[in-house]
């Protein structure tokens, strides 16, 4: 397992990667609309999946999974929204689309899962 890279790895590097692909955006009104909102998005999926670990009850863990899916959910909306607006080269986003649609496919299991767990109690 050592080469399995950790969730909280994995969002943090997303993140970061959110935030170079910002400072590429065109410093245009619709730039900046989206950047802010890409920039909120995009980073606070690793901040609420770190919250959702350190949560007290199962209830907790699954409402801040919940939200880590929500944000991870529109982080794609606007990357998505970036490449149909040509704000940014499609192929320069491919990587970091995948990757965000990774993100909310893992957290759909884990939701999953933990309901399902919840259910069984």
Known sequence: MADKIDLRDRTR???????????????TAEGGVIKRQLLRSGTSIGAN???ARRGRSHAGF???M?????EADETVCWLELIVHAQLLP???????LDEANQVVAILVASLR?????????
């Open 13 to 27: 590097d997303f993140a970061l990667r959110i935030m170079r692909l910002c400072k590429a955006l065109p410093k």
């Open 66 to 70: 919940g939200i880590a899916l929500e």
């Open 90 to 96: 499609a192929k320069q986003l491919e990587l970091l």
């Open 49 to 51: 999946y770190s919250a």
């Open 113 to 121: 899962t933990a309901r399902s767990a919840t259910s069984a109690i």
């Open 62 to 64: 699954v409402a801040k």
